[in-house]
């Protein structure tokens, strides 16, 4: 039998059930000040993002103006891009910067995160989403495309951070990272050892910049399909989904929001890829 009874509560007050609810809001309060428990407002705040003017870049970069910040857009060859997306950001109460640069070595990475600064004053956040890819097994890797993807995939953002940490003093770091790192994919062996080795700087920097600096990455599945290709590219070459379900970039881009806002994080990694890293090596 069911009983429906009507009426308005949204106007009655809550009474609370006994005085211990009174107690656990009061020890709820004071854990809360004593702990510092806070979340991270953005809106205001500058981040620079690599590689943010095409494909994921951009996606975060908009999903971060869309939060209020004032984005300073690194680009290596993307340059129409780059003033495309400028003008297009301009327009939405933000200032925009741009900064150009090949991040090859050390002081071309300095020198990224100094132009951020001068154009755009403190930066808080720096993403770390610049990266190459391509398809080498180990026995094909040369030294000459091992470095080309070390260097922006691992290299680059162990001197990001580190001029980031100097020049900033504070603030939070995401790396994005690939779900293959929980695989052993030969079939693109020097990009798979660059982003695992990002995995690791990932928990090393959280330990040594805490508790001023957060460090945490994102690690996504299969987005877009290369240059050239369409989506039946990533139907055809995907491989198989526990969720059935093609992640987005604005999927990644809402994780990477969700880490800078939740104060509590440091260290973790975040896969988005509907459940595709628990599968391992045999489904890569």
Request: proline share 5%; hydrophobic share 40%.
């Amino acid at each position: 039998m069911f009983v429906f009874i009507s009426g308005d509560f949204s106007s009655r007050p809550r009474q609370p059930h006994s005085s211990s609810n009174s107690r656990d809001a009061a020890s709820l309060q004071l854990a809360s000040q004593r702990f510092n428990y806070t979340t991270m407002h953005l809106e205001g705040k500058t981040a620079l993002i690599t590689g943010g003017a095409v494909r994921l870049g951009r996606a975060i970069t908009g999903a971060l103006v869309d939060r209020g910040m004032n984005p300073v857009i690194h680009y290596r060859s993307s340059a129409d891009a780059a003033l495309a997306l400028e003008a297009e950001l301009s327009g939405k109460g933000v200032d925009v910067a741009l900064v150009q640069g090949d991040l090859v070595s050390q002081e071309a990475c300095r020198k990224v995160v100094e132009e951020a600064h001068t154009k755009a004053g403190k930066i808080e956040v720096l993403v770390n989403n610049a990266a190459v890819f391509n398809k080498n097994t180990l026995m094909e890797a040369t030294e000459e495309n091992v470095m080309a993807e070390f260097w922006p995939n691992l290299f680059a953002p162990i001197f990001l951070t580190r001029a980031f940490a100097e020049l900033a003093g504070e603030g939070n770091v995401i790396n994005m990272l690939d779900r293959r790192i929980t695989s052993n994919d030969t079939s693109c062996a020097p990009y798979l050892l660059s982003k695992k080795g990002l995995y690791e700087l990932t928990k090393v920097a959280a330990l040594e910049l805490a508790p001023k600096i957060r460090v945490n990455g994102v690690a996504p599945g299969v987005l877009l399909p290369p240059p050239g290709k369409d989506e039946q590219y990533l139907k055809a070459h995907g491989g198989y989904v526990p969720l059935e379900y093609q992640c987005r970039p604005e999927d990644i881009a809402a994780a990477v929001v969700y880490l800078l806002e939740a104060d509590c994080h440091t260290g973790q990694i975040l896969y988005v890829d509907g459940g595709k890293h628990l599968l391992g090596t045999e489904h890569v």
